[in-house]
């Protein structure tokens, strides 16, 4: 079972086909699978909280099953966006079924180029690299790469993170801020890189240069391949992807925020400093994503070794219906507001309270 869930990231594909393809309700498949059946799902199974063992986990850790799974992803990606284009080329669609297959290859983005680009981006291998940049460019969001290793992962939980949501930042403000200044952060990351090592800002090695030019390659290709019409509907729908995963940011470390020193120094990022959520489905369909905490504890984990910590906040839902509760603030503030004050009563009632809570 350890390894079978994982099969279930392939049930949003699956699903996905139909909706690109077929006309009607199907559009909206893939939509009513993420934020209606899968809430059910993680509403009625139980949570699992379980680590593996050390040998378990080396075991793990040693097995090409798991990588293998990341390495068909991209394919997999842009065998959606082909369906994608190819539908809005042979087909007259109605105004909801336009709007449901963006939506679809929205989803398509977030879970599978964003967020499995975010998987193989801490990867060292070239070829991870390189499936991991892929991934990223058919969702039009590069410049993460940069920017969330050698910025978000450095900042998190304090001001300087664009990614952190503050505690009442209401989450439409929070997509201006962080796409904005993480996408700033990346060119200042990338020019500080370049000028460490002596190399001319306008050079082939910027990455944010490189990047730039294949994400334009990319949508001039698709604009050339079929018409304006189509590539603004791919675009809506990588932007889509991008709000998407950029709720996702503001779910995983709202309002938590790391102690500052006299000296001016933060503390190291620890297991209270990230949401989780140990929902089966959710984990298994987000690579462990969901197990925030040991990712930041440690960003070298890979997916599948990710550890669930006694002391970290969890989510009172799961991240499909945090997302939906995240676009409703009065309702998100309600929610999360009682909730953190919760926690921080029951830690303080056992003599562990969560100093990140403000």
């Known amino acids: 079972m350890n390894k079978a869930k994982y099969f279930l990231i392939f049930t949003g594909p699956l699903i996905g086909v139909f909706s690109l393809l077929w006309t009607g309700f199907w559009p909206w498949a893939l939509p009513f699978y993420a934020y209606f059946i899968i809430p059910v799902l993680e509403f009625v199974i139980p949570k699992d909280e379980v680590n593996f063992s050390s040998k378990e986990e080396e075991s793990a850790k040693k097995d090409k099953f798991y990588d293998l799974i990341l390495y068909s992803l991209p394919f997999v990606q842009y065998g959606m966006l082909a369906l994608f284009l190819y539908g809005f080329a042979t087909q007259d669609l109605a105004w909801h079924e336009v709007i449901g297959r963006i939506i679809t290859f929205g989803i398509a983005c977030v879970t599978l180029g964003i967020n499995v680009g975010h998987e193989l981006g801490h990867r060292k291998k070239p070829l991870e690299r390189i499936f991991a940049k892929s991934l990223l460019l058919s969702s039009q969001y590069m410049h993460f790469i940069i920017e969330h290793n050698r910025g978000h992962h450095k900042n998190v939980a304090t001001p300087l993170d664009p990614a952190s949501a503050r505690k009442g ?16 952060s990346a060119w200042n ?170």
């Open 169 to 184: 930042e209401v989450l439409y403000f929070f997509w201006y801020r962080s796409i904005t200044k993480s996408y700033l």
């Open 189 to 358: 990351l990338e020019s500080t890189r370049l000028k460490s090592k002596n190399i001319a800002f306008w050079s082939y090695q910027n990455e944010m240069l490189q990047f730039a030019v294949l994400q334009l390659a990319l949508t001039s290709s698709i604009l050339i391949l079929f018409n304006w019409q189509i590539t603004a509907y791919y675009l809506i729908a990588a932007f889509f992807g991008i709000l998407f995963f950029e709720t996702v940011n503001y779910l995983e470390h709202y309002g938590l925020r790391r102690f500052k020193s006299d000296s001016g120094n933060y503390e190291r990022v620890l297991p209270i400093h990230s949401w989780n959520s140990n929902h089966v489905v959710g984990r298994a369909i987000l690579f462990e994503v969901t197990r925030h905490s040991d990712h930041h504890f440690l960003a070298s984990r890979k997916y599948q070794i990710l550890r669930n910590f006694e002391e970290a906040p969890q989510l009172p839902a799961g991240y499909p219906v945090m997302i939906l509760c995240a676009l409703v603030p009065p309702l998100w503030f309600n929610i999360m507001h009682k909730h953190m004050a919760k926690i921080k009563k029951e830690r303080i009632q056992i003599g562990k309270p969560i100093s990140s809570i403000p």
